[in-house]
T-cell receptor, first 111, second 114 residues
């Protein structure tokens, strides 16, 4: 089955810096890759997703890149703000199959 | 759009009792709902996949007789933790999906078993 690895487990940056979180997946049939942001005690919120027919997607300060050959995808946050502090999870799935989540990255943005 | 609610948001119960958690899709019809469990500082662990009108599919290691799932309509799925014990204390989160691959999560239910 699918296995998703996520790095780093924690990431501390200064406000205004960029943050990059990387994930690798094992199943080459996976074609849907969402990213979720979870604040303490709250629900995971979808912040961006990408499908295997594109290599990059951007939404304001957030972008995701996908390398199908290497089977890895990354989340890029530019101009980080303290409110970006949260745990971020990547996930992968094949079509309508279940999502397999990474282990999460705790992002801390210091003012 | 794509709002998922969960009830209750938290519950405290005595060991040996059963607890029912509801998950509702408020503005869309959820053909599939998922139930996750999340321990502190850990990732989401899928417990089961629930399709409307059919039996749930449980992940390996999840006891189907202990975690009863019912998905009787396109907007409601329930998870019943039977004979709960302290080790069942966790954050239980549902998600729902319509006829796309995008999952939307409920706000979660914090279960504490004394």
């Amino acid at each position: 089955g699918e296995n998703v690895e996520q790095h780093p487990s924690t990431l501390s940056v200064q406000e205004g810096d960029s943050a990059v979180i990387k994930c690798t997946y094992s199943d080459s049939a996976s074609n849907y890759f969402p990213w979720y942001k979870q604040e303490l005690g709250k629900r995971p919120q979808l912040i961006i997703d990408i499908r295997s027919n594109v290599g990059e997607k951007k939404d304001q300060r957030i972008a995701v890149t996908l390398n199908k050959t290497a089977k890895h995808f990354s989340l890029h946050i530019t101009e980080t703000q303290p409110e970006d502090s949260a745990v971020y999870f990547c996930a992968a799935s094949q079509g309508f199959q279940k999502l397999v989540f990474g282990t999460g990255t705790r992002l801390l943005v210091s003012p | 759009g794509a709002v998922v609610s969960q009830h209750p948001s938290w519950v405290i119960c005595k060991s040996g009792t059963s607890v029912k958690i509801e998950c509702r899709s408020l503005d869309f019809q959820a053909t599939t709902m998922f139930w996750y469990r999340q321990f502190p500082k850990q990732s989401l662990m899928l417990m089961a996949t629930s399709n409307e009108g059919s039996k749930a599919t449980y992940e390996q290691g999840v006891e189907k007789d202990k975690f009863l799932i019912n998905h009787a309509s396109l907007t409601l799925s329930t998870l019943t933790v039977t004979s709960a014990h302290p080790e069942d204390s966790s954050f239980y989160i549902c998600s729902a999906r319509a006829r796309t691959d995008t999952q939307y999560f409920g706000p979660g239910t914090r279960l504490t078993v004394l």
